[in-house]
């Protein structure tokens, strides 16, 4: 009796030769016959799943975004019971391009948006909606924390997401040029995270947790 295709891992294993090879080549070299050898398929397969080059390129930053979500995810589990703002710093230091996975997240989310600029093929893509959807996330996280009394006074919440995701991308692109180094690009994330929360209140949170030596 045949197998039934397993669609999900034959869509992601398209995405993933998608992704070696622009990691190898750059986006624009990118073409349906590439992605179909370096995935080992025919082009037919890559077709069939992937109408066209436009489509393909929309599925492997989808495919590069669950996965980004799912690291995410995998920090949090590596935190024993994380503050609102341990949540907020998981996800906005996932975004950094600090290793392999995340550099290629980068490179391809920048390389998409540059390409759409002048191709009116991709401008026509969703590709903005997985931006979005980055954005809800972080903001959903930044509620979380304001309704803990963790956020210092007077922030918005939806215009905090914002600009954390535009500062974000902006110092990962400085990282990817070389232009200052990962500790650096930390070193600003930590400082602006420490206008946005309460900081006052989690330093006397962490004084009253500090364990004290009775007098001799």
């Known amino acids: ?30 073409t349906m016959r590439s992605v179909a050898a370096a995935a080992n ?9 992937f109408q066209n080059k436009e489509q393909l390129l929309i599925g492997a930053l989808q495919h590069l975004e669950q996965q980004s979500h799912h690291r995410w995810a995998q920090r949090l589990t590596e935190l024993p019971a994380p503050s609102p703002r341990a949540i907020v710093e998981a996800f906005l230091f996932e975004a950094l391009p600090t290793d392999e996975p995340s550099r290629v997240f ?16 991709l401008a026509e893509q969703p590709f903005i909606s997985g ?30 997401a914002t600009r ?8 990962g692109t400085s990282v990817m040029v070389g232009q200052r180094t990962e500790e650096q690009a930390i070193a600003v994330l930590h400082y602006h995270l420490d206008q946005v929360f309460n900081t006052q209140r989690a330093t006397a949170a962490r004084a009253a947790a500090k364990p004290t030596r009775n007098s001799a």
């Open 131 to 160: 931006v979005d959807r980055l954005e809800e996330r972080l903001a959903g996280a930044l509620a979380h924390a304001d309704a803990e009394g963790e956020l210092a006074p007077g922030i918005d919440v939806a215009i905090e």
């Open 106 to 121: 980068h490179l391809l989310g920048t390389s998409y948006a540059i390409l759409a600029m002048t191709d009116p093929r």
């Open 41 to 49: 398929v025919s082009l037919r397969l890559v077709q069939y799943y």
């Open 164 to 171: 954390l995701v535009t500062v974000t991308n902006g110092l």
């Open 1 to 30: 009796m045949p197998r039934t295709p397993d669609h999900a891992a034959r869509r992601a294993q398209i995405a993933d030769a998608l992704v070696q090879v622009a990691s190898r080549e750059g986006l624009h070299a990118v």
